[in-house]
């Protein structure tokens, strides 16, 4: 069987508060491994096609492209042919249509859906950090000029006081120059409260973003809990299954493919499978086509690995 574990990680961030919503990890439990009664490696084992669901949108001609590339990943390993197609063959090859992939193809739409929402809510996160960065220049700007209006004016008073008891001399002109000061100083008092005016008015924005902001957050931290509790809770399942009954002298085989997510993923699923027929059982590297559970570790493989070499040619024996 090729078993895939369903598992899932999202994320919201808050302005505020960071939230992380986790769907629950999935213990992996070995699938039941069939029996081999014996007849490992009935090379060149004759395949053809059985039944395929239309709700997959794949033609028969299409799954058997499909198979013969997941042949070939084992061929690329043997010296002899493994398989080939015949239209009267001994194994069956089918596409069956149940909840696991309509379930899966519903997930992919409430995927989509997430990201859309996800891609709002990035966007005002975005905005957010950008309000946020101009209030703070605002803020030290001001702060700055502030500081600026404040030393020049002690200055100014002080010369003020000096003239006022004596300590300096008072001339006409340097009672224009400080009258001329108090203005300069008058005008740059006016700067900093526009300024203050400015950084009131970019705080009063921000604040009142960031409620929408959070708000946001919570629908889509909503909806990521909805689409964890709808999808994240199996312990996987079964993507594929390779059947061998003996029944009389006749043996049947068979390879049911319930669930996939592409073309490359059918290949995957279809090459352990064939893997099985040939009379191999799981592996125990998680890298390797045969290992029981298909996961970040094997997906996507386009050769196979050391662990399923050593196992072919254990059936095999060459
Ligand atoms: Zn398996």
């Known amino acids: 069987m090729a078993r895939l574990a369903t598992a899932f990680l999202l994320m919201a961030l808050a302005a505020a508060t960071v939230l992380w919503i986790a769907g629950p990890r999935l213990v992996n439990t070995p699938a ?61 090859i089918n596409l069956t249509y149940d909840e696991r992939q309509g379930t899966w193809e519903a997930q992919q739409r409430a995927q989509e859906a997430l990201e859309e929402v996800r891609a709002r809510h990035a966007a005002l996160v975005e905005a957010h950090e950008a309000r946020e960065h101009a209030l703070r220049t605002a803020r030290a700007r001001y702060e ?21 008891t004596g300590e300096i001399e008072r001339t006409p002109e340097r009672v224009k120059a400080l009258e001329r000061e108090s203005e300069a100083i008058t005008a740059l008092r006016q700067q900093v409260d526009a300024q ?18 959070n708000q946001m957050t919570e629908t889509l931290n909503r909806q990521v809990r909805r689409y964890n509790d709808q999808f994240a809770r199996g ?61 970040e570790h094997n997906t996507g493989l386009s050769r196979l690995t050391a662990a399923d070499r050593q196992a072919l040619r254990a059936v095999c024996a060459w």
């Open 32 to 92: 039941l491994s069939q029996a081999h009664q014996g007849d490992d490696c009935p090379i060149p084992l004759t395949y053809r096609m059985g039944e395929v669901d239309p709700r997959f949108g794949l033609s028969s001609e299409a799954l058997r492209e499909v198979t013969a590339e997941a042949a070939a990943l084992w061929e690329d390993l043997a010296p002899r042919p493994l398989f080939r197609y015949d239209p009267a063959g001994e194994l069956l």
């Open 144 to 164: 700055d000029q502030l500081a600026y209006v404040e030393r020049r004016l002690e200055r100014h008073n002080s010369v003020v006081v000096a003239v006022n």
């Open 196 to 213: 203050y005016e400015r950084v009131e008015r970019l705080r009063r924005q921000f604040n009142a973003r960031v409620s929408r902001l």
């Open 235 to 295: 312990g996987g399942y079964n993507k594929g299954v390779y059947l061998h009954k003996r029944s009389n002298r006749a043996v049947r085989r068979s390879i049911t493919v319930y669930q996939f997510k592409d073309r490359a993923d059918l290949r995957q699923v279809l090459a352990h499978e064939l893997g099985h027929a040939l009379g191999i059982d799981h592996v125990s590297d998680p890298a390797a086509l045969m290992h029981y559970q298909l996961s």
